[in-house]
């Protein structure tokens, strides 16, 4: 059975730190990982999308890495704003289904 | 604007009531997707529908029902068995394989 497990729970840093957040998957055999971010009270808004024979995504000061061999996903976000505190999801397909398997999430706090 | 309609966003349930949640997208996605969180947790899949007229239970579809009668709709009904329904509700659709997510609601038992 697929289990996501995302470290650390929470994190807070100062401003314009560079940083990673954690995933890491026990099934290899996905068919793709998606990150999302989650504000409190709201839905999730989906950040980036990697496939099973990807590498990495980026979209502006985000980047997401994927090591399918190691169970292992990373996302790393660049010159941290306050306006990037929220919770951050990650999230394994493993099939066309459309299911989606969620971690626990990392609540981010980016201090001014 | 295109997007995924949650309502209400907060409900609230007296002890063996039955309520509806509503979910209505116009992204023209043939799936859609109803979750659970839990404080601290991730989500949790409760129904799912890849086409209209059929939908599969879930990991935790017990207490829950839903119907698929149009494209753009697909409501969820927490039961009276459903015996802790306290909880963030969510809504998704997919286009390919990308998940797009309502506001959720927040339901609460009183």
């Known amino acids: 059975k697929q289990e996501v497990t995302q470290i650390p729970a929470a994190l807070s840093v100062p401003e314009g730190e560079n940083l990673v957040l954690n995933c890491s998957f026990t099934?290899?055999?996905?068919?793709?990982l998606q990150w999302f971010r989650q504000d409190p009270g709201k839905g999730l808004t989906s950040l980036l999308l990697?496939?099973?024979?990807?590498r990495e995504q980026t979209s502006g000061r985000l980047n997401a890495s994927l090591d399918k061999s190691s169970g292992r996903s990373t996302l790393y976000i660049a010159a941290s704003q306050p306006g990037d505190s929220a919770t951050y999801l990650c999230?394994?397909?493993?099939?066309?289904?459309?299911?989606?398997?969620f971690g626990s999430g990392t609540r981010l706090l980016v201090r001014p | 604007d295109g997007g995924i309609t949650q309502s209400p966003k907060y409900l609230f349930r007296k002890e063996g009531q039955n309520v509806t949640l509503s979910c209505e997208q116009n992204l023209n996605h043939d799936a859609m997707y109803w979750y659970r969180q839990d404080p601290g947790q991730g989500l949790r899949l409760i129904y799912y529908?890849?086409?209209?007229?059929?939908?599969q239970k879930g990991d935790i579809a017990e207490g829950y029902s839903v119907s698929r009668e149009k494209k753009e709709s697909f409501p969820l009904t927490v039961t009276s068995a459903q015996k802790n329904p306290t909880a963030f509700y969510l809504c998704?659709?997919?286009?390919?394989?990308?998940?797009?997510f309502g506001q959720g609601t927040r339901l609460t038992v009183v």
């Open positions: 990697i496939q099973s024979s990807q």
């Open positions: 998704a659709s997919f286009r390919n394989t990308e998940a797009f």
């Open positions: 529908s890849q086409i209209v007229n059929d939908f």
């Open positions: 999230a394994v397909m493993m099939d066309s289904s459309y299911k989606l398997i």
């Open positions: 099934d290899s055999a996905i068919y793709n």
